[in-house]
C-alpha cells in the first residue's frame, strides 16, 4: 500500500488478495457461487485459464522501472524509486523496499539495474527472461 512518502511493495498479504479477488472475478464470470464448494483449480479448469493478474502486476512493476530509469525529465521518480525520501521510520520490521523486490526478480543490485534499464531493449530482454523464470507468460499477462 502506498502511505505517505513510502515506496509501494507488494507485502504477501497483498499477493494472496490479489489471489483471491481473481478467483472472486473467476466464479463471478461463471456464475458460481461459494457456497457451491467447488475448488479453485476446479474453476480454473472450466475456465481454461490459469492466475494472470499477479504475474500481470509484477511484469507491468518490473517494465515501469525501466520507464522510471529512463526518464530524464523528472528525477522524482528515480528518487522514490531509490528511496531517498525523508520519512520517519515506524515501528517494527522494516518492510522489504521496491528495490528489494525488483533486484529479487531480476537477480540483479541497483546499480545493475540503473545501468542496463537505459537501454530499452537490454531492458525488456531482462523484463522477459525475469517473467520467464517465474513460468510468467508476458505476452498473455499483459491481454
Same mark, same amino acid.
Given at each position: 500500500m502506498?502511505y505517505?512518502?513510502?515506496?509501494?511493495t507488494?507485502?504477501?498479504a497483498?499477493?494472496?488478495?490479489?489471489?483471491?479477488?481473481?478467483?472472486?472475478?473467476?466464479?463471478?464470470?461463471l456464475?458460481?457461487?461459494?457456497?457451491?464448494?467447488r475448488?479453485? @483449480?476446479?474453476v480454473?479448469a472450466e475456465m =481454461?485459464? !490459469? /492466475?494472470?493478474?499477479l &504475474?500481470? *502486476?509484477k511484469?507491468?512493476?518490473?517494465?515501469?522501472?525501466?520507464?522510471?530509469?529512463?526518464?530524464?525529465?523528472?528525477?522524482?521518480?528515480?528518487?522514490?524509486f531509490? @528511496?531517498?525520501?525523508?520519512a520517519k521510520? =515506524?515501528? !517494527? /520490521?522494516?518492510s522489504? &523496499?521496491? *528495490?528489494?523486490?525488483?533486484?529479487?526478480?531480476?537477480?540483479?543490485?541497483?546499480?545493475s539495474?540503473?545501468?542496463?534499464?537505459?537501454?530499452?531493449?537490454?531492458w525488456? @530482454?531482462?523484463?522477459k527472461s525475469?517473467?520467464?523464470?517465474a513460468?510468467?507468460?508476458?505476452?498473455?499477462?499483459?491481454?
Amino acid at each position: 500500500m502506498l502511505y505517505g512518502c513510502e515506496t509501494w511493495t507488494m507485502r504477501k498479504a497483498d499477493e494472496l488478495q490479489i489471489e483471491a479477488a481473481e478467483m472472486c472475478f473467476f466464479r463471478r464470470l461463471l456464475r458460481v457461487s461459494w457456497k457451491d464448494r467447488r475448488t479453485n @483449480g476446479n474453476v480454473l479448469a472450466e475456465m =481454461g485459464t !490459469g /492466475r494472470t493478474l499477479l &504475474s500481470l *502486476v509484477k511484469e507491468r512493476r518490473l517494465k515501469y522501472i525501466g520507464h522510471a530509469e529512463r526518464n530524464k525529465k523528472n528525477d522524482l521518480m528515480k528518487t522514490i524509486f531509490e @528511496g531517498k525520501t525523508e520519512a520517519k521510520r =515506524g515501528r !517494527g /520490521r522494516p518492510s522489504l &523496499s521496491y *528495490v528489494d523486490q525488483v533486484s529479487k526478480a531480476t537477480g540483479l543490485k541497483l546499480q545493475s539495474i540503473s545501468q542496463k534499464s537505459q537501454d530499452r531493449v537490454i531492458w525488456r @530482454g531482462i523484463v522477459k527472461s525475469s517473467c520467464a523464470a517465474a513460468n510468467i507468460n508476458p505476452d498473455d499477462a499483459a491481454r
